[in-house]
């Protein structure tokens, strides 16, 4: 596709359920990031891939949250048994080389999880 | 610790008229910044960055942005503003940590709102 494509695009789920979130980066980018955005705040980093691997995840907020990139591709972003304080606006971004600090992020509309 | 000030929450100005988004930063050694603009229920888009060389730089849509380094500040600017240039602005700092690789440093957004 021509950017990042985030899925769904609005989620609702009830305290205690589980949510998957998904990012297909542009096709070829290497560096992928997950990033959260509370309201009225700037994103906030919560985790970074190089293809399959996942050199980054200081940002996860607790063990809740996991992350995977299985084939260096599409990604998901887990939470487990949501929170009322897990919703945000969850923002996926890709880049290129890996590795170069140049790259700008390339980055999807979002997926706003709202818990009930 | 890599930190990002955006001292406007909002910035009026007038169609026609220049406008200035003010961005300070901390950070140890010598600082990546980028700006990027959101707009309703999107994405980040990027617009530029510094990485080294000319203090002013130039990027999309006419805007430009002049970092100095003696007041650690990286302001963006455009002479002539748009009723369509209206949306969040967020300055980003790169962390010099060799792990950091691109993971961004966002500040809290500033939103310009350009009237007719």
């Known amino acids: 596709g021509a950017g990042v494509s985030q899925s769904p695009r609005y989620k609702v789920a009830k305290r205690g359920q589980d949510v998957a979130l998904r990012c297909d980066p542009i096709?070829?980018?290497?560096?992928l990031f997950w990033y959260q955005q509370a309201l009225g705040q700037g994103p906030e980093f919560l985790t970074y891939f190089q293809n399959e691997a996942q050199l980054d995840k200081s940002g996860l907020p607790s063990d809740r949250f996991f992350a995977e990139r299985p084939e260096g591709s599409v990604s998901t972003l887990k939470i487990q048994r949501t929170q009322q304080e897990d919703s945000a606006v969850y923002l996926c971004a890709s880049s290129s080389p890996a590795g170069t600090y140049n790259s700008p992020l390339h980055f999807g509309n979002g997926t706003r999880l709202t818990v009930t | 610790a890599q930190s990002v000030a955006q001292p406007e929450d909002q910035v009026n100005v007038a169609e026609g008229n220049p406008l200035t988004v003010k961005c300070t930063y901390s950070v140890s050694g010598n600082p990546y910044l980028f700006w990027y603009v959101q707009y309703p229920n999107r994405g980040l888009q990027f617009l530029l960055k510094y990485i080294t060389g000319d203090n002013l730089v130039k990027g999309s849509y006419g805007f430009e942005a002049e970092f100095n380094k003696s007041q650690t500040s990286f302001h963006l600017k455009k002479p002539s503003a748009l009723v369509s240039d209206s949306a969040l602005y967020f300055c980003a700092v790169r962390p010099t940590s060799n792990t950091g690789f691109q993971k961004l440093v966002f500040g809290t957004g500033t939103r310009l709102l350009v009237s007719p």
């Open positions: 096709s070829g980018h290497v560096s």
